[in-house]
């Protein structure tokens, strides 16, 4: 079973523009996490926010967290075509389980 | 750095020969995953382990196996390939979580993508 399901699926922007990626879940989460993945390869960790925090940054991502509506989002700022990836969010309690996945493109 | 290394990027094998999938980590992480990625369904946990010797399903066991005899070393073993495990796997570990056991922060290898015939 997906714990996440992001939204939109893909999306499409310029440079310079944000990005920004919704995860809904439906299990009771410790915390949650969001991973990129560039084609062919495997996942990277970018932010952790735990089920007591509401909103967290790391340079130029900033992500939220609503427990009450199980819901996140990533927003990237400022894109840039390096950002090229797909975006993924994970929960769970003890094993993390990922959704389907956001394919974001940003064109130079 | 951590490193999580798997034993192939890409491997052809033919219907219901016996298939080991390695995964390697140099961190000396309590917690291994084996994932499996498919178009549309995203990632989906076969197998996890806290601890040598120590294994739990995940999502979508049926027809794996795993092995966990050193710390640093988690196997996939596919008992007799089928077309339907055509698919990239993805092993990754992590630090054993604190404070109820929270999953961490994981670290992926780079994926095999198998291929069975």
């Known amino acids: 079973s997906q714990q996440g399901e992001e939204d939109p699926q893909a999306l499409s922007i310029q440079e310079g523009e944000n990005a920004t990626m919704n995860c809904s879940y439906k299990?009771?989460?410790?915390?949650l996490q969001w991973y990129r993945q560039n084609s062919g390869r495997g996942l990277v960790h970018l932010i952790l926010?735990?089920?007591?925090?509401r909103e967290k940054h790391s340079g130029r991502l900033r992500v939220t967290l609503d427990t009450s509506k199980k819901s996140s989002s990533l927003l990237i700022t400022a894109s840039r075509a390096a950002d090229t990836a797909s975006y993924f969010c994970?929960?769970?309690?003890?094993?993390?389980?990922f959704g389907s996945g956001t394919r974001l493109q940003v064109q130079p | 750095d951590v490193k999580v290394t798997q034993s192939s990027r890409y491997l052809v094998k033919r219907t219901g020969e016996k298939v080991f999938l390695e995964c390697v980590q140099d961190?000396?992480?309590?917690?291994m995953f084996w994932y499996r990625q498919d178009p549309g369904l995203g990632l989906r946990l076969i197998y996890f382990s806290y601890d040598v010797k120590m294994k739990e399903k995940g999502d979508i066991p049926e027809g794996y196996s795993v092995s966990r005899e050193k710390k640093e070393r988690f196997s996939l073993i596919l008992e007799s390939a089928s077309t339907n495990q055509t698919s990239m796997y993805l092993c990754?570990?992590?630090?054993?979580?604190?404070?109820?056991?929270?999953?961490?922060?994981?670290?992926f290898g780079p994926g095999t993508r198998l291929t069975v015939l």
């Open positions: 299990t009771s989460i410790n915390n």
């Open positions: 926010i735990r089920s007591n925090e």
């Open positions: 994970a929960g769970g309690r003890r094993a993390l389980t």
């Open positions: 990754a570990s992590s630090l054993l979580g604190t404070s109820g056991r929270a999953p961490n922060e994981q670290f």
């Open positions: 961190m000396d992480h309590e917690n």
